[in-house]
């Protein structure tokens, strides 16, 4: 069973920064693919950024340039670092690991609140 513990939420004021991570139970490599989703206040989940086991990345139009996501491999955990936060990015924060059999698996959540 794969197990992903998120940390790093909190509360802030627009403008400001926190620093998500994801530690999985497996190596990184044995995903296809790792990333992080966000579901606000009465709003679908959404995903916000992604990372391939090639390292390529993708991010939701509303957080390109402010959000970066990263991996460690040695520590088989990824990170989402956000900047200049907007009251908009209020959410629970998941992290979501796909295997290469396209099984997913997703983190327990972290609550991100950004006060204007």
């Known amino acids: 069973q794969v197990q992903l513990v998120e940390s790093g939420g909190g509360l802030v004021q627009a403008g400001g920064s926190l620093r998500l991570s994801c530690a999985a139970s497996?190596?990184?490599?044995?995903?296809?693919?790792m990333g992080w989703y966000r579901q606000g206040p009465g709003k679908q989940r959404e995903l916000v950024a992604i990372?391939?086991?090639?390292?390529?990345?993708n991010y939701a139009d509303s957080v390109k340039g402010r959000f970066t996501i990263s991996r460690d491999n040695a520590k088989n955990t990824v990170y989402l670092q956000m900047n200049s936060l907007k009251p908009e990015d209020t959410a629970v924060y998941y992290c979501?690991?796909?295997?290469?059999?396209?099984?997913?698996?997703w983190g327990q959540g972290t609550q991100v609140t950004v006060s204007s």
């Open positions: 979501n690991a796909k295997n290469w059999q396209s099984r997913e698996y």
């Open positions: 497996r190596t990184f490599f044995s995903f296809n693919a």
């Open positions: 990372i391939t086991s090639g390292g390529s990345t």
